[in-house]
């Protein structure tokens, strides 16, 4: 594939004025998404909105589509360090390991650990990046839509149309949901009728259940997704949504509801019955899935990766003896550079978790053993993952307690206990998360870098940058948000025992405090004293991700492991390789996502396969195929950017605490069916109806 400009043309890419706005949206992305974490355990791609912002500014200033293309690399790279610091750092909390956040000991191993983490992840990328972004079976749907968004901006012309007349819809539609105009969910619980049958002998169970039915995620941004990854990847997946939400999760509540629910109990106890046997029964299975399907995935990429390493150390030897030039499209750092990058990593999670967790050297050691191969086979599935699916779809979490199950099980090993052993394991587990966050997202940079004509090395370098800033500055947004709720409850309890004539409050350890001794306490003691559920693990700061982190951490080192679950997991998993599915990492991935998201991704899929029948139906030609390839990507990309850049900027609106929802519980569902429905016909329409004249030249393909 030709690069959109040639390795011999070297324009203007790292420059100062595309690392400093790179450096501002990675920051601002970056705090944006670590707020949308910890309140609903999700994260927006910043890719899109990167590229959006990153085009509009560097256009103003007359720039060139690679000083873009560098702006857009750094300023997404804050949201997967975001997504590896909300997911790990509270649970230091949440466990105890840390009774105050705020202090400067705690703000020096937070960005170690975040810094660490990053510059793993980069490091491992540049090592995988020549063997991933090269792979044909690896489509890159949100990379192919991100490059699509610069190539429209430098062409201008009809393709500009399609993609930003796709990111009004898509805005439209997200700023309705948001507003919350309409209903945007349906959930119906389908009860079965109440059995009794015999299990042993003479023994009976009363048994009763039903299956929770869901509709597709109202998410332009999900369906441009499916569109770009096809139908039969988009099937794959939501093949594992079916068999958590039609198979596991009815049989598992249909024997445990007589236990658990009285009998006549109301539809939403079902439904919370459903998601808890979801997420700490399903989802762990689903985990077990992931731990065989990341292996098998890793032996099948065996001889790819092993040739991409042995090249990358070849093309510096070749480097060194000066007999051998690498294009500058295909030049990543240094091979001794990332050796150093590695060994450092290694360093500082040997010196956090021996001098700041003060468990022993030899403990240590492994440790950062145990974290730079764990960081690798990550990094790998992390790619791969992003490959197929994009980023935003990809299972940071999953694959951070896959991470935590098996530094645990080492910890436990080699006999630490207590709140040291806790602390370890956390310490390792968040450094691999943000190294697998962090080598998903810019390996994804990265294609769309390859597709644009990128300088691999220089984008390594601007992300470098990008994840030291990051690293130093979230912890702010961390702190006042944690900080901020406890304040905000600690006001609110204190005004109600005021209005009490309460004079004096007993904390848990049996001092006693006067309201006004109460309102001088830091936080983390304020909520102590008052006994409040606030900042992280609370209901307003759910943090769900951390929280189960900090549960499994606890739960393994103390002897309290679910390890029934993960191993029916890895049973299915091996399964899966028997009957030769074609991912069992897909399907595993599609157990754990939420169903509504797997089905809005499929329903994308599906409405690709419709454009792929309606051209063969009207006899298009090669040429006319392409041109409707390349439009339904561009529609798709302008969906994805719409719903991206309104996501964020109510996330904004969230942040300072701007009322702007119309109704509280809307209802018109049908409205939602309406846009779907709408939507469907409009990225099956504009590609058919613009695939031009059967005589007409063959555009570049949009299909990498």
């Known amino acids: 594939?030709?690069?959109?400009?040639?390795?011999?043309?070297?324009?203007?890419?790292?420059?100062?004025?595309?690392?400093?706005?790179?450096?501002?949206?990675?920051?601002?992305?970056?705090?944006?998404?670590?707020?949308?974490?910890?309140?609903?355990?999700?994260?927006?791609?910043?890719?899109?909105?990167?590229?959006?912002?990153?085009?509009?500014?560097?256009?103003?200033?007359?720039?060139?589509?690679?000083?873009?293309?560098?702006?857009?690399?750094?300023?997404?790279?804050?949201?997967?360090?975001a997504a590896g610091a909300i997911f790990t750092v509270p649970a230091f909390v949440i466990s105890g390991i840390w009774p105050k956040f705020f202090t400067a000991g705690n703000y020096v191993t937070s960005s170690l650990i975040m810094f660490a983490g990053g510059v793993l992840g980069i490091m491992f990328v540049a090592l995988l990046r020549r063997v991933m972004v090269e792979d044909a079976e690896l489509p890159y749907p949100e990379s192919v839509a991100a490059a699509e968004i610069h190539k429209a901006g430098a062409r201008g012309g009809s393709g500009t149309k399609f993609l930003f007349g796709a990111m009004g819809i898509g805005a439209a539609v997200q700023a309705l949901v948001q507003i919350s105009v309409f209903a945007s969910t349906w959930e119906k619980f389908a009860a079965f009728k109440t059995t009794t049958i015999n299990l042993v002998g003479t023994w009976k169970a009363k048994v009763a259940g039903g299956?929770?039915?869901?509709?597709?995620?109202?998410?332009?941004?999900?369906?441009?997704?499916?569109?770009?990854?096809?139908?039969?990847?988009?099937?794959?997946?939501?093949?594992?949504?079916?068999?958590?939400?039609?198979?596991?999760?009815?049989?598992?509540?249909?024997?445990?509801?007589?236990?658990?629910?009285?009998?006549?109990?109301?539809?939403?106890?079902?439904?919370?019955?459903?998601?808890?046997?979801?997420?700490?029964?399903?989802?762990?299975?689903?985990?077990?899935?992931?731990?065989?399907?990341?292996?098998?995935?890793?032996?099948?990429?065996?001889?790819?990766?092993?040739?991409?390493?042995?090249?990358?150390?070849?093309?510096?030897?070749?480097?060194?003896?000066?007999?051998?030039?690498?294009?500058?499209?295909n030049k990543d750092l240094p091979f001794t550079y990332v050796l150093g990058g590695i060994g450092f990593a290694a360093a500082v999670t040997f010196l956090v978790t021996w001098k700041i967790f003060h468990v022993g050297g030899l403990v240590s050691f492994v440790a950062a053993l145990v974290?730079?191969?764990?960081?690798?086979?990550?990094?790998?599935?992390?790619?791969?993952?992003?490959?197929?699916?994009?980023?935003?779809?990809?299972?940071?979490?999953?694959?951070?307690?896959?991470?935590?199950?098996?530094?645990?099980?080492?910890?436990?090993?080699?006999?630490?206990?207590?709140?040291?052993?806790?602390a370890a394991v956390l310490g390792v587990a968040a450094i691999v998360c943000v190294s697998a966050a962090v080598a998903g997202e810019m390996l994804q940079d990265l294609k769309a870098g390859h597709i644009l004509g990128g300088t691999p090395w220089r984008m390594e370098m601007g992300d470098i940058l990008g994840v030291a800033l990051a690293s130093v500055v979230l912890f702010i947004p961390l702190m006042v948000l944690h900080e901020g709720d406890i304040t905000a409850q600690g006001t609110k309890r204190i005004a109600e025992l005021t209005a009490q004539q309460v004079q004096t409050v007993t904390a848990p350890d049996g001092k006693t405090y006067t309201l006004d001794q109460v309102k001088q306490l830091p936080a983390d003691q304020k909520k102590a004293v008052l006994s409040l559920d606030a900042g992280f693990g609370s209901k307003q700061l759910a943090a769900p991700q951390a929280g189960l982190m900090a549960l499994l951490s606890r739960g393994i080192v103390e002897g309290k492991m679910a390890w029934p679950l993960i191993i029916v997991g890895m049973m299915m998993g091996l399964a899966f390789i028997l009957m030769q599915v074609k991912s069992p990492m897909l399907v595993s991935v599609g157990m754990y996502l939420p169903l509504e998201t797997t089905f809005a991704i499929f329903l994308g899929g599906l409405i690709k396969g419709a454009v792929e029948m309606f051209g063969a139906k009207r006899g298009l030609n090669e040429a006319q195929k392409v041109r409707v390839e390349n439009n339904g990507v561009l529609l798709a990309a302008g969906l994805i950017a719409g719903e991206a850049l309104v996501g964020l900027l109510f996330a904004s609106f969230a942040f300072f605490e701007v009322k702007y929802k119309i109704f509280a519980n809307p209802g018109m569902f049908w409205i939602s069916l309406l846009i779907l429905a709408g939507i469907a016909i409009y990225l099956v329409k504009v590609p058919l109806d613009n695939a031009g004249e059967a005589d007409e030249p063959a555009p570049p393909s949009a299909n990498f």
């Open 1 to 81: 594939m030709q690069p959109f400009v040639p390795s011999d043309q070297n324009l203007r890419e790292f420059s100062l004025r595309a690392v400093l706005i790179g450096l501002v949206m990675a920051v601002v992305l970056g705090s944006a998404n670590a707020y949308l974490g910890l309140k609903a355990g999700m994260t927006i791609a910043a890719t899109y909105p990167a590229a959006v912002i990153g085009m509009a500014l560097i256009k103003l200033m007359k720039g060139t589509i690679l000083e873009e293309n560098m702006a857009r690399t750094v300023g997404s790279i804050g949201e997967s360090v």
């Open 211 to 329: 299956m929770l039915l869901s509709s597709p995620g109202i998410s332009p941004a999900y369906m441009g997704v499916g569109y770009i990854i096809g139908p039969k990847l988009g099937a794959l997946n939501f093949s594992g949504g079916i068999i958590a939400w039609g198979l596991l999760v009815p049989i598992i509540t249909y024997f445990l509801a007589p236990g658990v629910l009285p009998e006549g109990a109301p539809e939403g106890d079902w439904i919370a019955l459903s998601y808890s046997v979801w997420k700490f029964i399903v989802r762990p299975i689903a985990i077990g899935g992931m731990l065989v399907g990341a292996g098998f995935t890793l032996f099948k990429m065996r001889k790819s990766l092993a040739t991409g390493l042995t090249r990358s150390v070849s093309d510096v030897k070749k480097a060194a003896a000066g007999d051998h030039v690498v294009d500058r499209v």
């Open 371 to 422: 974290m730079v191969i764990l960081g690798f086979f990550f990094a790998a599935i992390s790619g791969y993952l992003v490959g197929i699916m994009g980023s935003s779809n990809n299972p940071i979490s999953g694959l951070t307690l896959t991470a935590l199950v098996v530094t645990a099980l080492v910890m436990v090993m080699l006999g630490v206990k207590g709140q040291e052993g806790v």
